[in-house]
T-cell receptor
């Protein structure tokens, strides 16, 4: 389909392992967002890319979290030395917004990756 | 810090009832979003609005910028409307802050 695709859909890892979550945005979408959603809570902002540039990473909870989008399309969120509190759904969204004149385009969300840390 | 507050947190209603979900926020925004999240995680954007009122099928969203308040209405509710409805606000830099959501359950 033409929507935002995230993989894997589910990930179970042991505490201390590293994990990598992938997001394929809609083709041509300039902006890409990562959110973390804990059980029963609304999503919370993690980081934001415009093309390959990471413009805002203020929401990343620790230096164990790292995101990249090297070619301005696919993005990977990596979590090192996972902890139990990292268990959450990680949502990716993309939009056409590319500058101050085109901000506030609708964001299109993927189905998320449900991460469980044992 | 901008807070986004939704009410109620949970709502159970009978099929056919008129549903209202409220959202309030504390600072100036560029746009307000209403999102629908079904079990399993997928989020669908229902409305994005910065003033007035929008309607799509049985869904109506309104916003009062002066009062920093928005409502989402569902007319003739149906069990398939059961989902979590999330209010979110965005700013000039496109960053979005989400409310905690309202869990709606429509009984047949």
């Amino acid at each position: 389909g033409a929507g935002v695709s995230q993989s894997p859909r589910y990930k179970v890892a042991k505490r201390g392992q590293d994990v990598a979550l992938r997001c394929d945005p809609i083709s041509g979408h300039v902006s890409l967002f990562w959110y973390q959603q804990a059980l029963g809570q609304g999503p919370e902002f993690l980081t934001y890319f415009q093309n390959e540039a990471q413009l805002d990473k203020s929401g990343l909870p620790s230096d164990r979290f790292f995101a990249e989008r090297p070619e301005g399309s696919v993005s990977t969120l990596k979590i090192q030395r996972t902890q139990q509190e990292d268990s959450a759904v990680y949502l990716c969204a993309s939009s056409l917004s590319r500058d101050s004149l085109t901000f506030n385009q609708p964001q299109h969300f993927g189905d998320g990756t449900r991460l469980s840390i044992l | 810090k901008n807070e986004v507050e939704q009410s109620p947190q949970n709502l159970t209603a009978q099929e056919g009832e008129f549903i209202t979900i409220n959202c309030s926020y504390s600072v100036g925004i560029s746009a307000l979003h209403w999102l629908q999240q079904h079990p399993g995680g997928g989020i669908v954007s229902l409305f994005m609005l910065s003033s007035g009122k929008k309607k799509h099928g049985r869904l109506i969203a309104t916003i009062n910028i002066q009062e920093k308040h928005s409502s989402l209405h569902i007319t003739a509710s149906h069990p398939r409307d059961s989902a979590v409805y999330i209010c979110a606000v965005s700013f000039k830099d496109d960053k979005i802050i989400f409310g905690k959501g309202t869990r709606l359950h429509i009984l047949p």
